[in-house]
C-alpha cells in the first residue's frame, strides 16, 4: 500500500502531529484497523489540517485504500470532513455521492452521507431540496431503531439548522435539545457552544409555544451564556423568565434595553416578551401553591402579574388554550380553580419548594394519624 506516502508528506509540513501519524502507521502496518478508524477520527479534527485541502488527500491517499476494513459509519464520518474541502456544492455532492453509491450497504451509514449532503444543500441556499431530504431522512429514522447516536446528533443539527432558517422558533428549539441530547459535549466546538446557547435562548424568549425555561438552564451547554459576558445577559433573561419575576422583568429590560433592541429578533418580539412573562408569572404562582390549595382570586392574579383586574380572565384563558394549565374559571366568584399544570424540570429552587410541599403534607398525614389514633374518625381529613 502507497497511502502511508500522504502521513509522510503532512508529517512533514505538520511536526506537532508526528507523534499521531507515527502511531497511525503502526496500526496500519499491524493491520489494527479499528484502532486506526478511531484514532483518524480524532486526527481529522486537528486545526492545522482544516484549511486547504489536506482532509481531501487524506481521505484519497490513505483512507481510500482502507475503507473497506473499517466501520461505515467512520468511513462517512471521516468522508464526510474531507467534503467540506471541496469548492462548490456539486464537487461536495458527486465525491460524497460517488462514496455512496460505490462503498455504502449499511442502511445507517447511509443515512448519515444522505444527511451530510443535505447539510451541503442547506448551506449553499438550497433550502427546499434540504427540506426534502430532511423529511426523508426524518421517516426513515422514525422507521428504524439502535442507530449510532452520530446519526442523530448529525441529522437533528441539521433539522435545527433548517428551522433556524425558516425563524421557527419552537422547532429549531426542540430539535435542538434533541441534537444535545444525542451529543456530548466534548463533540461540540467552544464556538458551537456559544452559537447554539444564544440561539436556542433566543429561541426559547421568543416562541409563544416554550414555557418550560428551566429545561433549557439545565442544560450543561448554556453555560457558555453565563461564561461569555457579552452574552451573560440573555442568560439572566432566561432565569428571570423561569422565576416568573414581573419586577425583575422589568429591571432587565431597562437594564438591557441598547442589548434587547440591538437584537433584531427579540426587538421584534417585545410584545410577546411582556405577554410571556405574565403567563410565567402566573405559572409560578400556582406552581408554588399546594395542590389542595389552588382555587386563585383574580384580585391575587392581577397583583402577581401586574394586570388589571379585567385583563386577569384573557390572560388565564390564553394559558389554557396553551395546555400550560387546567382548571375551571367561575366569573361570578372571580376565582380560578387549577386541576392541572404542565410539569417542569426540576431546577434547586424548585427541589426546595417540593420538598416544603412533601413535609407539610407529612404534617398533615401525621396529624391525620393521631386523630385516628385518638378514635376522632369524624374530624379525621385533610387540610
Known amino acids: 500500500m502507497q497511502g502511508t506516502h500522504v502521513l509522510d508528506k503532512q508529517a512533514s509540513l505538520f511536526p506537532l502531529l508526528e507523534s499521531t501519524i507515527k502511531e497511525m502507521r503502526a496500526l496500519h502496518n499491524g493491520k489494527l484497523w479499528y484502532q486506526l478508524s478511531m484514532v483518524l477520527l480524532k486526527y481529522i479534527e486537528e486545526p492545522s489540517l482544516q484549511t486547504g485541502t489536506h482532509l481531501i488527500e487524506l481521505y484519497d491517499?490513505?483512507?481510500?485504500?482502507?475503507?473497506?476494513?473499517?466501520?461505515?459509519?467512520?468511513?462517512?464520518?471521516?468522508?464526510?470532513?474531507?467534503?467540506?474541502?471541496?469548492?462548490?456544492?456539486?464537487?461536495?455532492?458527486?465525491?460524497?455521492?460517488?462514496?455512496?453509491?460505490?462503498?455504502?450497504?449499511?442502511?445507517?451509514?447511509?443515512?448519515?452521507?444522505?444527511?451530510?449532503?443535505?447539510?451541503?444543500?442547506?448551506?449553499?441556499?438550497?433550502?427546499?431540496d434540504a427540506w426534502t431530504d430532511i423529511a426523508e431522512i426524518n421517516k426513515e429514522i422514525d422507521n428504524m431503531s439502535d442507530l449510532d447516536s452520530i446519526v442523530y446528533s448529525d441529522y437533528y443539527y441539521l433539522a435545527s439548522a433548517y428551522y433556524k432558517t425558516k425563524a421557527n422558533y419552537e422547532e429549531f428549539y426542540k430539535n435542538s435539545l434533541q441534537y444535545l441530547a444525542y451529543t456530548h459535549e466534548s463533540k461540540i466546538s467552544t464556538e458551537q457552544k456559544r452559537q447554539i446557547s444564544v440561539d436556542m435562548g433566543i429561541a426559547c424568549l421568543v416562541s409563544d409555544r416554550i414555557y418550560n425555561f428551566s429545561e433549557l438552564l439545565e442544560q450543561p451547554v448554556l453555560r457558555t451564556l453565563k461564561e461569555i459576558p457579552e452574552h451573560s445577559w440573555i442568560y439572566t433573561l432566561l432565569e428571570t423568565f423561569n422565576a416568573g419575576d414581573i419586577s425583575r422583568f422589568n429591571d432587565n429590560m431597562t437594564k438591557y434595553k441598547d442589548l434587547i433592541t440591538g437584537n433584531m429578533i427579540l426587538n421584534d418580539h417585545i410584545s410577546t416578551?411582556?405577554?410571556?412573562?405574565?403567563?410565567?408569572?402566573?405559572?409560578?404562582?400556582?406552581?408554588?401553591?399546594?395542590?389542595?390549595?389552588?382555587?386563585?382570586?383574580?384580585?391575587?392574579?392581577?397583583?402577581?402579574?401586574?394586570?388589571?383586574?379585567?385583563?386577569?380572565?384573557?390572560?388565564?384563558?390564553?394559558?389554557?388554550?396553551?395546555?400550560?394549565?387546567?382548571?375551571?374559571?367561575?366569573?361570578?366568584?372571580?376565582?380560578?380553580?387549577?386541576?392541572?399544570?404542565?410539569?417542569?424540570?426540576?431546577?434547586?429552587?424548585?427541589?426546595?419548594?417540593?420538598?416544603?410541599?412533601?413535609?407539610?403534607?407529612?404534617?398533615?398525614?401525621?396529624?391525620?394519624?393521631?386523630?385516628?389514633?385518638?378514635?376522632?374518625?369524624?374530624?379525621?381529613?385533610?387540610v
Request: with cysteine; charged share 30%; net charge positive.
Open 273 to 382: 416578551l411582556k405577554v410571556k412573562i405574565k403567563i410565567m408569572a402566573l405559572l409560578e404562582l400556582i406552581f408554588n401553591r399546594p395542590k389542595n390549595d389552588r382555587n386563585v382570586n383574580f384580585d391575587t392574579i392581577a397583583k402577581v402579574t401586574g394586570l388589571k383586574l379585567a385583563e386577569v380572565e384573557p390572560l388565564v384563558i390564553k394559558a389554557m388554550s396553551k395546555q400550560l394549565l387546567k382548571g375551571t374559571i367561575d366569573q361570578v366568584e372571580q376565582k380560578v380553580k387549577v386541576t392541572w399544570i404542565m410539569p417542569r424540570v426540576l431546577d434547586t429552587e424548585r427541589i426546595a419548594v417540593m420538598k416544603k410541599k412533601l413535609d407539610s403534607w407529612n404534617k398533615t398525614l401525621e396529624s391525620l394519624v393521631k386523630t385516628v389514633d385518638n378514635g376522632n374518625f369524624a374530624a379525621a381529613s385533610f
Open 61 to 128: 491517499g490513505f483512507v481510500k485504500e482502507i475503507e473497506g476494513y473499517i466501520d461505515e459509519i467512520v468511513c462517512v464520518q471521516l468522508a464526510s470532513k474531507a467534503s467540506d474541502q471541496y469548492q462548490g456544492l456539486e464537487n461536495k455532492l458527486n465525491f460524497l455521492k460517488k462514496i455512496n453509491d460505490t462503498l455504502l450497504s449499511d442502511k445507517a451509514a447511509k443515512l448519515l452521507l444522505r444527511t451530510k449532503m443535505a447539510s451541503h444543500k442547506l448551506s449553499h441556499g438550497n433550502v427546499d
